[in-house]
C-alpha cells in the first residue's frame, strides 16, 4: 500500500536530549514537510523539501534540523534548544510544491512527549 | 496567503447536510481555496478545492461566493465518522498551506 509511515506513534524524552522523528513515504512525491500542533490549535510549519537535498524553514524551525538524503525520508530531529518540543508533530508529501492541485498526503503522526 | 475566518464550532445531525462557511475577503484572483479535516489524532486529510466554480466529489461540494470572499462546504449527508476539525485554507499556486484553528464539526445521532 501507497503511503505515509511515521514512527513511533509516541516518545518519550527527557529535556535536554536531542531526537529524531522518523518520516517515510513510497508516493514517489517529491516534496515533504513536517509540521507541529499544539493542543486545539492548526497545523505551523517547520520545514518543508522540494527535491533531494534541498530544504527550507518553515515558520517555526528553530530548534529543529532535518536532511533530505533520499527521496522516500526526511527525518525530523528536535534539539535541545527547542525550548517547548512537546507536541504532535505531523510530516507530510505532496507531489510538488506549485500547481493547483495541492494534495498534502499526511502521515498519522508522532506524539513526543519530553520531561 | 489570505487569512481565513471560521467558525470555532459546530453540530450537526446525523443523516443532515452539514455546512460549514467560511470567510477569506482579502482572497486575491490567484489563490485556492482548499478544505481538510483531521480526525481526532490523526494527519489532516484532503477534501476538495477549488477556484471560482462550484466544485463536487465524492466527499463534499464546495460552493465558492461569486466575490470569492466567502466559501462554504457541504456534507450533503453527514454520519458520525465526519466528526472532525475542519480546515478552509487560501493559498495561490506556489504558497503552502497555512492551517488555521478551523471548525470543530459534532455530528450528533
Known amino acids: 500500500d501507497g503511503g505515509i509511515t511515521q514512527s513511533p506513534k509516541y516518545l518519550f524524552r527527557k529535556e535536554g536530549q536531542n531526537v529524531t522523528l522518523s518520516c517515510e513515504q513510497n508516493l514517489n512525491h517529491d516534496a515533504m514537510y513536517w509540521y507541529r500542533q499544539d493542543p486545539g490549535q492548526g497545523l505551523r510549519l517547520i520545514y518543508y523539501?522540494?527535491?533531494?537535498?534541498?530544504?527550507q524553514k518553515g515558520d517555526i524551525a528553530e530548534g529543529y534540523s532535518v536532511s533530505r538524503e533520499k527521496k522516500e525520508s526526511f527525518p525530523l530531529t528536535v534539539t535541545s534548544a527547542q525550548k517547548n518540543p512537546t507536541a504532535f508533530y505531523l510530516c507530510?508529501?505532496?507531489?510538488?510544491?506549485?500547481?493547483?492541485?495541492?494534495?498534502?498526503?499526511f502521515g498519522p503522526g508522532t506524539r513526543l512527549t519530553v520531561t | 496567503d489570505a487569512k481565513t475566518t471560521q467558525p470555532t464550532s459546530m453540530d450537526c445531525a446525523e443523516g443532515r447536510a452539514a455546512n460549514l462557511p467560511c470567510n477569506h475577503s482579502t482572497i486575491s484572483g490567484n489563490e485556492y481555496v482548499y478544505w481538510y479535516r483531521q480526525i481526532h489524532s490523526q494527519g489532516p486529510q484532503y477534501i476538495i478545492h477549488?477556484?471560482?466554480n462550484n466544485e463536487t466529489n465524492e466527499m463534499a461540494s464546495l460552493i465558492i461566493t461569486e466575490d470569492r470572499k466567502s466559501s462554504t462546504l457541504i456534507l450533503p449527508h453527514a454520519t458520525l465518522r465526519d466528526t472532525a476539525v475542519y480546515y478552509c485554507?487560501?493559498?495561490?499556486?506556489?504558497?503552502?498551506?497555512?492551517f488555521g484553528q478551523g471548525t470543530e464539526l459534532s455530528v450528533k445521532p
Open positions: 507530510a508529501s505532496s507531489t510538488g510544491l506549485a500547481g493547483a492541485r495541492y494534495e498534502q498526503y
Open positions: 477549488g477556484l471560482k
Open positions: 485554507i487560501v493559498r495561490n499556486q506556489g504558497g503552502k498551506l497555512i
Open positions: 523539501s522540494q527535491i533531494v537535498n534541498d530544504f
